[in-house]
């Protein structure tokens, strides 16, 4: 169902005035008119009503968010809806759903407290509408100036006397929003205020209860992990000063040199081992991540330069088709992620082999491949890679944290980190970014 509360009731209804017309189809006209404005209210609470059975039957926070975002267009008769929530310390707002604008913007597009036509309505609790948004001092322009909408909507969502978003409607052609049609956008933002605020607590409770069981399974991985990573290097350790011991006592003369060595040896390794795992219990920032426009080039070379001692028997390049390359991402927490990225490929590319960079963009995402020469990743094992303290042998290259760290720090940046393939043999890794709009 469609209604556009634009309409005197709600169909089309006439425009004429009654004070034109006379005689009897002067009360003709007054009665029709009496009867538009209860037509229209009960068009509407019919519309409101469709709504609050629609959002109640997601099953998904996602579908939720496409519920509200349409039928709130469709209402509005407008050709985009978006939805900012405000953020759960109350300084700003960002994007949760649209259906006009890109979606990559979803979950990244936030406007302070007060900052443009959506800030301010959140600040203010009153609804705003603005014919041209182009001329409107007050409007924040997030995706570039070359977005087609002139005119705009926007009304707060309250709950409990609380402001948990705001709610824009956007159309193409130049149009005045009537009261009428203001006043019935504020109701099904009321009605979906609540809906909003109790599916959005749910899914940070679920979070919460994945984030718990998730700790829960790297704890009991660690202590696996610990016990088999130091118990073999304990035990030698243990067996060389045992014989040291019983030689000494017998009056033999042991090889005492090379057994201090190899017990000097199996300590590098206990230490090695231990720095791993601290290793692994830092590599996840904490806090607010602060992420903006970045150029992918300069990160990259800049990391090259820094770890190119490292890499002092392989051949380490960058290239990149497009300068500069800009993407939507934290500069501290990329050159971390390039470093778990190169010193793996380091572990595993031959000696005197090529560790190549490369870049590109493909539509609205900023890509970056990090490759190696090595013997490659069986198929069965591109997933697992990922997984914390996995390994492909047993042989002591680190603990198994690196990849494992490198996609999440990607994942925290709003992209992602894959594996493919390098023909004719070898390993690339894949990090996917939002791209800045122009880069």
């Known amino acids: 169902m469609s209604f556009d509360p634009r309409s005197s009731n709600g169909r089309g209804g006439s425009s004429q005035?009654?004070?034109?017309?006379?005689?009897?189809?002067?009360?003709?006209?007054?009665?029709?008119?009496?009867?538009?404005?209860?037509?229209r209210r009960l068009d509407e609470l019919t519309f409101l009503a469709l709504v609050a059975r629609l959002a109640a039957s997601t099953r998904t926070w996602d579908e939720l968010m496409v519920i509200i975002v349409d039928r709130a267009r469709d209402a509005a008769?407008?050709?985009?809806?978006?939805?900012?929530?405000?953020?759960?310390?109350?300084?700003?707002?960002?994007?949760?759903?649209?259906?006009?604008?890109?979606?990559?913007?979803?979950?990244?597009?936030?406007?302070?407290?007060?900052?443009?036509?959506?800030?301010?309505?959140?600040?203010?609790?009153?609804?705003?509408?603005?014919?041209?948004?182009?001329?409107?001092?007050?409007?924040?322009?997030?995706?570039?100036?070359?977005?087609?909408?002139?005119?705009?909507?926007?009304?707060?969502?309250?709950w409990n006397d609380q402001v948990v978003g705001v709610l824009n409607v956007q159309t193409l052609h130049r149009r005045r929003f009537s009261?009428?049609?203001?006043?019935?956008?504020?109701?099904?933002?009321?009605?979906?205020?609540?809906?909003?605020?109790?599916?959005?607590?749910?899914?940070?409770a679920e979070a919460q209860v994945e984030s718990l069981r998730a700790i829960d399974e790297a704890r009991a991985n660690l202590v696996a992990v610990v016990t088999h990573a130091l118990r073999t290097p304990l035990a030698v350790v243990r067996a060389y000063v045992e014989l040291l011991g019983g030689r000494a006592q017998a009056g033999e003369q042991p090889d005492a040199q090379?057994?201090?060595?190899?017990?000097?040896?199996?300590?590098?390794?206990?230490?090695?081992?231990?720095?791993?795992?601290?290793?692994?219990?830092?590599?996840?920032?904490?806090?607010v991540i602060e992420l903006g426009p970045i150029d992918l080039v300069t990160i990259v070379e800049e990391t090259a330069r820094e770890l190119a001692p490292l890499f002092r028997r392989h051949r380490l390049a960058a290239?990149?088709?497009?300068?500069?390359?800009?993407?939507?991402?934290?500069?501290?927490?990329?050159?971390?992620?390039?470093?778990y990225l190169l010193e793996n490929a380091s572990k595993y590319a031959p000696l005197g082999g090529r560790i190549d960079m490369y870049g590109w963009r493909a539509g609205d995402r900023a890509l970056l491949a990090v490759t190696d020469d090595g013997p490659g990743i069986p198929t069965e094992w591109r997933d697992r890679i990922f997984e914390p303290f996995v390994r492909l042998d047993d042989?002591?290259?680190?603990?198994?944290?690196?990849?494992?760290a490198a996609r999440h720090?990607?994942?925290?940046?709003?992209?992602?980190l894959r594996v493919e393939p390098r023909q004719p043999a070898g390993t690339q890794f894949v990090l996917e970014l939002a791209a800045m709009p122009g880069a």
């Not at 057994?259 to 806090?287: H, K, M, N």
């Not at 720090?409 to 992602?416: C, H, I, T, V, Y």
Request: charged content about 20%; glycine content about 12%; proline content about 5%.
């Open 17 to 39: 005035s009654p004070a034109r017309s006379g005689g009897a189809a002067s009360a003709g006209t007054v009665s029709s008119a009496t009867a538009a404005g209860p037509r």
């Open 77 to 158: 008769r407008a050709d985009v809806c978006s939805l900012y929530l405000m953020d759960r310390d109350g300084t700003g707002l960002t994007m949760a759903a649209t259906n006009g604008l890109a979606t990559g913007w979803i979950g990244r597009a936030r406007l302070p407290l007060g900052v443009g036509i959506t800030g301010i309505v959140a600040q203010t609790r009153r609804p705003i509408v603005s014919a041209d948004i182009r001329r409107d001092p007050r409007f924040a322009w997030i995706t570039g100036r070359d977005q087609p909408h002139t005119s705009m909507c926007s009304v707060p969502l309250i």
């Open 179 to 204: 009261a009428g049609s203001v006043r019935f956008l504020e109701a099904l933002a009321g009605l979906l205020a609540g809906m909003i605020e109790k599916g959005r607590l749910q899914r940070e």
């Open 258 to 287: 090379a057994w201090e060595l190899a017990a000097l040896d199996q300590v590098d390794r206990l230490d090695t081992t231990i720095d791993s795992i601290l290793e692994s219990l830092r590599v996840f920032p904490s806090g």
């Open 319 to 339: 290239d990149f088709v497009a300068r500069p390359l800009r993407a939507y991402a934290s500069a501290e927490l990329l050159r971390r992620l390039l470093g």
């Open 395 to 404: 042989s002591p290259r680190g603990a198994g944290i690196g990849l494992f």
């Open 409 to 416: 720090l990607a994942r925290s940046m709003g992209g992602d």
